[in-house]
């Protein structure tokens, strides 16, 4: 599973930050002694407000959840069959496209995007990771065992090979 880099989840764990720091307010808030600016504030204000602080605490951790689990349903997944791109197209509605390798004619790799361009004449464009090489370099060895024609990409000769087991030479 390639999941989307981080850049793009800032601002979900951002105003997931922003969240507990308001859980966190309000809990000392309460706990605070008498007379403090956060105790009249959190408790004493709470009574003239539409909604209160713990509601308010509350729907904010909600919203920030729920935009963190959105930003992690976004990704590029590869099968032994294919490719599943997952993409968020309405609110928590995802879209998953899934290309099957023998679809496949072309897989485009010196975009700046992967993308695959499938036997009827499209163009299918995968949404952007956070680890490409990683990427580039798994769809290029399916490729090759695949037999399917690459644009772009490293060759296989300087693909990594991955570590061996220790236990295995043995």
């Known amino acids: ?15 997931l930050a922003a969240a507990v720091t308001t859980i966190v307010l309000v809990v000392v808030g309460e706990h605070s002694a008498p007379g403090s600016w956060l105790y009249e504030y959190v408790v004493v204000q709470d009574r003239g407000r539409l909604l209160g602080s713990r509601a308010f605490a509350t729907v904010l951790t909600i919203g920030a959840i729920a935009s963190v689990l959105r930003g992690s349903m976004r990704g590029v997944r590869i099968f032994g069959d294919g490719v599943e791109a997952r993409e968020i197209t309405q609110l928590f509605v995802p879209r998953v496209r899934r290309y099957r390798w023998p679809q496949m004619a072309l897989i485009v790799l010196d975009q700046p995007h992967v993308a695959v361009e499938l036997w009827d004449g499209q163009r299918a464009v995968l949404p952007a990771v956070g680890d490409r090489e990683g990427l580039v370099a798994a769809l290029e060895r399916v490729a090759a065992a695949r037999d399917i024609p690459v644009q772009g990409g490293r060759g296989l000769d300087e693909i990594p090979e991955p570590p061996a087991d220790e236990g295995e030479g043995a």
Do not use: F, G, I, K
Not at 1 to 15: I, Q, T
């Open 1 to 15: 599973v390639y999941s989307v880099p981080w850049r793009e989840r800032l601002l979900s764990l951002l105003y």
